[in-house]
């Protein structure tokens, strides 16, 4: 009913999170949406901005995925579905009430193939060891990304865990002031034997940051 309903207008449910502010999950011409005051997080633009980045990736090299900001957790749903990816994957998110909402309202929840993790990103990737064939890094609040996440150290900690030949697909930005602190870490990837692809105004808002990288095997 409320599938149908929300062909006429929008149907909004809205949960308080201390972390996220408010959040809405919103049916919108028979689809669920997580959305922030300002910004869609899951299901929506945001899933389709990520799966212009994946079209560009070759994912049937990929044994693991980290996926850095789990949200509603379209993009794991976009991987298993469109791209038919059957390996495993390490979802991190900061917030308890948005991994619930993961799991009650979009029907994500830990299995073999998938691990979620409740942690601050920033933490998990100081203490993490393991590698990865391709890290996803969705990291927002509301419409901004934490300046930590833009930080050298942050990205040092990152580098460390991409696997030989892997790939790292930033969620950028929606803000041009970003743009300088993006050019900072796009000089250090590429120190780091990194090819770029810079997408902007994919979907009209944001930009896309696709590292790819080249490990020489020494022999
Ligand atoms: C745009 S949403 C992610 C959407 C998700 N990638 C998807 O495909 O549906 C951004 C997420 O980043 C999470 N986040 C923000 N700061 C974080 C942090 N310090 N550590 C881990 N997650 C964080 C938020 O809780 C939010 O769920």
Redesign the pocket.
Known sequence: MIQLLSYIYPVTKKIRSE??GDLEITWYNGKKH?NTKN?????GS??KI?KIGLQKIDLSQCKNIL????????????LQEDFNYKNTITA????PI?IDI?KEEFNVSKTNELQIIC????K?MQQNSKQFDLV?I????DTEI?N??FSTSFWQDIMKAVAINGTILF?ASLHKTDNDKLSDIILLLKKNNYTIEKIEKVDQTNTLLIAKLFRCIES
């Open positions: 972390i996220s997580l910004a869609n997080y899951s299901y945001l899933q990520l996926v850095l900001g789990m949200g509603g957790g379209s993009v794991i749903k976009t991190v998110d900061i917030d948005i993961a942690a601050d990103a920033l998990f996803i969705d990291l927002f609040v934490p930590s996440f969620n």
